[in-house]
């Protein structure tokens, strides 16, 4: 597991008819990232956040993962 910046499309709490862009902490599986660049496309992507918890979220609304370099 590696660390990432995941920047992703979700609702506006202000206004439910747009979309926000939000970022997140992530940790990544091999497996993910096999599963966003391979051929196959999938529908679900599963990353790790806070304490070891799943966050999955539509490949659609996924904008950009960035690896963060440790300090």
Known sequence: MKPYLL????YNENDETTTVLRSKEVLVSD???VAMTGVKKHQYLKFLINDGQD???SADCVHSLTSKIPD
Do not use: D, K, P
Request: zero cysteines; glycine letters at 0%.
């Open 55 to 57: 966050f999955i979220i």
């Open 31 to 33: 497996e993910t990232i």
């Open 7 to 10: 920047q992703y499309w979700a």
